[in-house]
């Protein structure tokens, strides 16, 4: 189990060029992708709520980029970056957005709840915090059934503060269940500041209480995100736990 959250991290330079390639063409695909979400949703074509990765294309591309086959992703609402990522359609992603029946989910989840079982991404959540106990439950079920594999939650700077956090963390650090959990921090929760809303604004902290390594890592270097996540994401598949009681 781990935490990641943004600051200064040394990268791993040993990088080919066609993984460069790799991570740049997934950086552009999600910022020109919400470009176009952005522009039809002021043109009100796109219904309810639309959360948008801009800006966050490095942490996107270097977490969700570095998963394996045999991984689990799951998000919050600002979830279109990370469906990219694992390898959707970006038509059916736009679809989905839309309400069409060829959408992600048959239009039936749209912007906030995104689904691919198919690659192993199971949501795109509405509530905060509401993906950190199923993710936490996915792990359990990987370690429980003997299989390959670990769970990847990425949540923002407010779903720190909630119960579901804390209960969560708490159980996989108890059962040394293979996760990582991600804080994409944006200094803000909806209209308030970090410094205002958690005692403890050096979020990545958080996971320290638990026991977990936990490191800061600046977000808008995607070489940094990806040599962390794949270093921590091979910790959790190795440190699993063998029995859980």
Not at 9 to 18: A, G, I, M, N, W
Not at 136 to 152: H, I, S, T
């Amino acid at each position: 189990m781990s935490t990641i959250a943004p600051s200064r991290t040394t990268p791993d330079l040993h990088v080919s060029d066609e993984e460069l390639r790799r991570l740049y063409r997934m950086m552009v695909q999600i910022r020109r992708f919400e470009e176009r979400t952005e522009e039809q949703y002021t043109r009100d074509r796109i219904g309810g709520y639309c959360h948008l990765n801009i800006g966050e294309e490095a942490t996107v591309a270097g977490t969700v980029g570095s998963l394996t086959p045999d991984d689990y992703l799951f998000g919050g609402y600002r979830d279109h970056g990370l469906s990219l990522g694992v390898g959707g359609s970006p038509r059916a992603i736009m679809a989905e957005l839309f309400g069409k029946e060829t959408g992600q989910a048959h239009g039936r989840g749209g912007s906030m709840h995104l689904l691919d079982v198919e690659r192993h991404f199971l949501g795109g959540w509405g509530i905060v915090g509401a993906q950190i106990p199923l993710a936490v439950g996915a792990a359990f079920a990987l370690d429980y059934e003997g299989r390959p594999g670990a769970v990847m939650c990425l949540f923002g700077d407010a779903a720190v503060n909630i119960g579901a956090f804390h209960e969560g963390l708490n159980l996989a650090a108890i059962w040394n269940l293979p996760c990582v959990f991600v804080i994409t921090n944006n200094l803000y929760g909806m209209g308030t500041s970090v410094e205002m809303a958690s005692a403890e604004p050096d979020l990545w902290k958080r996971g320290q209480t638990y026991r977990m390594p936990s490191e800061r890592v600046d977000g808008q270097d995607v070489l940094a995100v990806r040599e962390a996540t794949q270093r921590l994401l091979r910790l959790a598949r190795e440190e699993r736990s063998e029995e859980h009681t």
